[in-house]
């Protein structure tokens, strides 16, 4: 896991601060268990879940989807402007009220876990992309979501894996990510 932690701080912060690490990829690819895995790696980092801001929407078909919005204000432009201290509040489905607040304090640096979030135009100094087929990761989400399989497909074939192809296309990971890691295989391995 040294590579990992080598390749990160050979370089001093791009912002002169703190390190900022995306990592990207469809649902269901596995970059919340990629998140776990650089947390035990990266000890100091604050480690953010990009679900935290997903949140329902009225629509016939997704049930939900992210709040770019409310995310952009609380994460994106504190962190573009070099702001070590975030609002950080995140949508709780199960909670009353569903949205808290809470104070994260960055000190060595942050990584971002979350579908979509290389469209965010924040100097990167780490990009990270987990790859899987879409098939794998539509499967995968479906077996997650609560709520009947006919739904469930629906929404991945009409909703999200049309955004994330769109997504793919716009920013071709597997040539600009800094690091792909293969989301059907170990992570620990990957990672030396």
Not at 14 to 38: M, P, Q, V, W
Not at 85 to 98: F, K, Q, S
Not at 111 to 118: A, L, T
Not at 128 to 152: F, K, N, T, Y
């Amino acid at each position: 896991m040294d590579t990992l932690k080598q390749r990160l701080t050979k370089r001093p912060p791009k912002n002169g601060k703190f390190y900022l690490i995306a990592i990207d990829g469809r649902g269901g690819s596995g970059k919340t268990e990629l998140l776990k895995h650089i947390e035990a790696l990266l000890p100091g980092f604050v480690m953010i879940n990009g679900d935290d801001y997903f949140e329902p929407v009225e629509d016939s078909i997704a049930w939900g989807d992210f709040n770019d919005e409310r995310f952009i204000k609380d994460v994106i432009e504190p962190l573009k402007a070099g702001e070590t201290v975030l609002r950080y509040r995140p949508y709780d489905w199960h909670a009353e009220p569903h949205i808290s607040e809470k104070t994260l304090k960055i000190t060595k640096g942050v990584c971002i876990e979350r579908s979509f979030v290389f469209d965010f135009e924040l100097d990167w100094d780490l990009k990270i992309w987990v790859e899987v087929l879409g098939d794998i990761s539509r499967e995968r989400g479906i077996a997650r979501d609560d709520m009947p399989r006919e739904r469930a497909e629906k929404q991945w074939r009409e909703v999200w894996q049309p955004k994330e192809d769109a997504h793919i296309k716009k920013h071709n990971p597997m040539e600009t990510a800094d690091i792909v890691i293969d989301g059907t295989k170990p992570f620990d391995e990957q990672l030396m």
